[in-house]
Every structure is written in C-alpha cells, then in structure tokens.
Nanobody, 124 residues
C-alpha cells in the first residue's frame, strides 16, 4: 500500500518562499508519476504541478508557472515543490498525488493515491 506524507507547509508573508516535500513509502518511488494539488477554503481542489517518473517532464497550472518548481529525488523517494514569490491567493491545503500511469492521469485529477495535505498560508 502506498503512503504519501507531505511536509513543509506553514505561514509566510507574501513574496517569500516555501518548499514542500512529499515522501512516498510502500512501493518503488520511481514507478510513479507525481503531482501537487491544492484546495482553498470554499473552493474545489485544483491541479498545481506534475512530474513524470524520470523528472524530465513537468507540467504546471498557469497560475503558478514561473513561480513554482516541481522536482523529485528518486534516491530519496521524495518529491518537492519549491514555491517562490508567494501570494495570498496561494493559501490552501496542498496535497501530494501519485499515479502509476502518467502525468496525464494526475493532471486529470484522478491519481491512484493522495496524501493527507499540508497547510500553506500566505499573509499580505
């Protein structure tokens, strides 16, 4: 059984940075495409970023392009989301996702596994 555990969330001021981590256990990490989603209060969960098994193919939501960077370290079974130039509208619970098929499945919002989420709050 795959387990995903996010960490790195917190409270930051607008313009600052945070780095989220997602550790996968229970299966072979590099078999999975990975991604990040977020859900703000009163809104639906939305796609943020995705990365293929090799790290060579990434996708981003338009709202974070140029500010967020997704990466992975297959030796450490961990994925990252570097978030720079944070804005109050980035405030949300951020969820890690994993899928054995492809980044397409993650972008479509139907990955095999979800993490529990980590809160990111950006103050103005």
């Amino acid at each position: 059984q795959v387990q995903l555990v996010e960490s790195g969330g917190g409270l930051v001021q607008a313009g600052n940075s945070l780095r989220l981590s997602c550790a996968l256990s229970g299966r072979t990490f590099w078999h999975y495409a990975m991604g990040w989603f977020r859900q703000a209060p009163g809104k639906e969960r939305e796609f943020v970023a995705a990365i293929d098994w090799s790290g060579g193919n990434t996708r981003y939501a338009d709202s974070v392009k140029g500010r967020f960077t997704i990466s992975r370290d297959n030796a450490k079974n961990t994925m990252f989301l570097q978030m720079n130039s944070l804005k109050p509208e980035d405030t949300a619970v951020y969820y890690c996702a994993a899928d054995q098929s492809s980044t397409r499945t993650i972008i479509d919002g139907t990955p095999d596994y979800w993490g529990q989420g980590t809160q990111v709050t950006v103050s103005s």
